[in-house]
């Protein structure tokens, strides 16, 4: 296994409902989108936005598309309107979460690797 | 321009000529010239669009509709009527009479063809709100509105399909609207031109499933998608907004124009179905619940993507208010230090103001300190910098209930550049006054509307 920042594997678009965000993530590849699965949960997702989420996150699945869609709340500084951040809509939480870091077993770690992705130390 | 009311059987074309109330005007333009369109719809209302607009309005009865309508329907409207295009649009915003009114004038002064002008009214249903302010909650928190503080200065319902239905069958040719559900606008074309039952669930999802990937305009085609080496998207500066070819069954192809710029492939398509969605099995409409977890999408074409598998469940009871609050005053300041310990006098400037804050006694509801370049959009979740940054800068934002603090925190930011650390730039300020947007749950009953029809021109 090799580690790589989630960005090599999927991409992502944030939106917003009131104090609410919300994160489509989508696989490159339908082989990408189990180590999605399995690694980008309501947990670790929690941990890796830090004090920005203060609301629970609640992780639905469209698997024929291969996308997970992370339902956050209380995740906009009181709600897009009276949210004190340059964000307040949170959008630039899709640049966020592409940065946590995901394991790859070795063949697709390969293939990112002839793509010219960078490999993270573990 | 003959009602085809429920005998179409050939494709029904439906192109989407705005998002937002600023949005782009050529790229509509260019849908109403060469689309070949039978629908050109313009989505122009964000949360927080319709309450300023009624605080324009208020100042000038004649205001409150969008401000791009005379731009957009001068450039298009030619088109549209030599090409039997019908145009619905929520650009009425807090005012559809007065948009009907200047649309009117607009025909006549373009001395188009006659043509029928429909205003879909009832979505404001402040008075009803006022006078059940103390049985509404809010509907995330479930706080009542009673005890939310501030002057309510609007509330609007997301109104359905059925309204512009019920225009387009008495013949308008352009629909004005404020406050429509977003994907309504488009859905109501379909169900009118294929006739399709108001509680055929499955095939009202269908339509709201490509409803859904164009309401916000040129998001499905490239727009705020690119990231250079790993989604690239060619010529976005004459990015082609999108089009739905949609068939009697439901099935739906989302393209563009030839020769714009821009992307629709799978993965825009996929991006946009799931944009602020929150259930993808329950996502909520006024004509429909709609379930997106058994849609596939096919690429057929180059820019051109088939989805299939949409479906739908009854339509809620209730209907979504958005209410508009006066809650206060935000002040923000901005200042940028430069070169070799410029972190370090900008952490020296944010104790400065935090102290003459106290000292000055000025009354903030919430403060914040961002350092851009840093970590201003995701704080402490944000990877750490790789070198010390050659510049930062220094915002401050704070909400007060009363201006004059909100005013204070400013003019203290901007007394750093003579009072504070050396070497800064020249500090910004803005104040600018609170508009909250809470949503509500209220019975459709509660919701009277009315449709108003007028031939218009020669």
């Known amino acids: ?54 609301g629970p996150i609640t992780r639905y699945l469209l698997p024929r598309v291969n996308a997970i869609n992370l339902v956050m709340e209380r995740a906009l500084g009181g709600g897009v309107t009276r949210s004190l951040s340059l964000d ?13 870091r995901v394991s790859v077993p070795d063949e697709i770690a390969a293939r990112l690797d002839r793509q010219g992705r960078t490999v993270l130390d573990a | 321009m003959a009602d085809t009311a429920g005998k179409r059987t050939r494709v029904l074309r439906i192109g989407a000529g705005a998002s937002y109330a600023g949005d782009r005007v050529d790229p509509a333009t260019d849908l109403a010239a060469r689309g070949s369109l039978d629908y050109l719809v313009y989505e122009t209302l964000a949360e927080r669009t319709i309450a300023l607009a009624q605080l324009e309005r208020l100042k000038d009865p004649k205001a409150g509709y969008n401000e791009l309508l005379d731009d957009r329907f001068y450039a298009a409207l030619p088109h549209c009527r030599k090409n039997g295009t019908r145009i619905v649009t929520n650009m009425g915003a807090a005012n ?49 509105f009673a005890s939310l503080e501030g002057e309510i200065v609007s509330a609007n319902a997301y109104l359905g399909a059925d ?16 406050r429509v559900g977003d994907c309504s606008l488009f859905l109501a074309p379909m169900i009118h031109e294929f006739g399709w039952r108001m509680d055929d669930w499955d095939l009202l999802g269908k339509g709201q499933t490509g409803a859904d990937m164009v309401e916000c305009g040129a998001n499905v085609s490239g727009a705020f998608f690119a990231d250079p080496g790993y989604k690239d998207v060619p010529d976005l500066a004459n990015l082609g907004y999108p089009l739905l070819e949609v068939e009697a069954d439901g099935t739906i192809i989302v393209t563009k124009l030839e020769g714009t710029g821009g ?58 208010v958005s209410v508009g ?17 410029c972190v370090e006098r900008a952490k020296l400037a944010e104790q400065i103001v935090r102290e003459r804050l106290g000292i000055g006694g000025v009354d903030l509801e919430e403060l914040r300190v961002d350092y851009i370049g840093l970590n201003s959009l995701h704080g402490a979740a944000s990877l750490p910098p790789a070198a010390p940054p050659y ?68």
């Open chain 2, 96 to 144: 559809p009479r007065g948009a009907a009114a200047r649309t009117a004038e607009i025909i006549r002064e373009l001395a188009l063809e006659p043509m029928r002008v429909g205003t879909v009214l009832g979505d404001d249903v402040m008075e009803y709100c006022l006078r059940n302010r103390d049985r509404l909650e809010v509907m995330e928190t479930g706080v009542p």
């Open chain 1, 1 to 54: 296994m090799k580690t790589f920042y989630l960005r090599e594997i999927a991409h992502a678009r944030a939106g917003d409902k009131g104090d609410t965000n919300n994160i489509g993530v989508i696989a490159y590849a339908p082989e990408y989108y189990p180590i999605i699965l399995d690694q980008v949960t309501p947990e670790r997702v929690q941990a890796h936005f830090k004090d920005l989420v203060k």
């Open chain 1, 88 to 100: 307040p809509h949170g959008k630039s939480y899709s640049a966020l979460i592409l940065t946590m």
């Open chain 2, 163 to 178: 309204v512009i239905v019920e225009a387009l069958a008495r013949g308008a040719d352009i629909i004005l609207t404020g």
């Open chain 2, 391 to 458: 510049e930062v800068r220094l915002r401050f934002a704070g909400r007060a209930k009363k201006k004059r603090d909100a005013v204070k925190l400013v003019n203290e930011v901007e007394t750093l550049v003579g009072k504070g650390p050396c070497s800064s730039s020249l500090p910004r300020k803005y104040v600018r006054e609170v508009l909250a947007i809470y949503s509500c749950l209220i019975p459709r009953a509660a919701v009277r509307t009315e449709v108003i029809v007028e031939k218009v021109g020669k």
């Open chain 2, 263 to 320: 992307l629709i492939n799978r993965a825009t398509c996929a991006e946009q179905m799931i944009y602020e969605i929150h259930d993808p099995a329950n996502y909520i409409t006024p004509d429909v619940v709609v379930d997106f977890t058994g849609v596939s999408l096919e690429e057929a074409g180059p820019n051109r993507v088939r989805i299939t598998g949409g479906r739908g469940k009854p339509r809620p009871e209730r209907l979504k």
């Open chain 2, 325 to 341: 609050i006066k809650q206060g005053w935000i002040g923000e300041g901005e200042i940028t230090y430069a070169g070799l310990g």
